[in-house]
């Protein structure tokens, strides 16, 4: 059974840091793709970046709102998703959920599709 666990959410003033993981379980962690989506009350759930890291092709992508803040990464021998969010502004307030489907990532629409999904870490900034 596919189990994901995240961690690290909290409250930080803007200009902030934070680190969040999950911690995976129950499949084969490296084929996957995995990823971070977050919602904010009223809004509509967004994909925030993905990755794909199977030790020979690595792939990243990230939503533009966070390119250059956000970084997305993989240790595949702990099975734990990481995103390092610097930069933190009062608008990356959200719940914040890690998500992993089988193969290759092929965008936030197709990994929302078919992820399975961690219970979500809050994640607050404020100004």
């Known amino acids: 059974q596919v189990q994901l666990v995240e961690s690290g959410g909290g409250s930080v003033q803007a200009g902030g840091s934070l680190r969040l993981s999950c911690v995976a379980s129950?499949?084969?962690?490296?084929?996957?793709?995995m990823g971070w989506f977050r919602q904010a009350p009223g809004k509509e759930r967004e994909g925030v970046a993905t990755i794909y890291s199977d030790g020979r092709t690595s792939t990243r992508s990230y939503v533009d709102s966070v390119k250059g803040r956000f970084t997305v990464s993989k240790d595949n021998a702990k099975n734990t998703l990481y995103l390092q969010m610097n930069t933190l502004k009062p608008e990356d307030t959200a719940m914040y959920y890690c998500?992993?489907?089988?193969?290759?990532?092929?965008?936030?629409?197709?990994?929302?599709?078919?992820?399975?999904w961690g219970q979500g870490t809050q994640v607050t900034v404020s100004s």
């Open positions: 998500a992993a489907a089988a193969g290759w990532c092929n965008g936030f629409s197709s990994l929302s599709q078919n992820a399975y």
């Open positions: 129950g499949y084969a962690y490296n084929t996957y793709c």
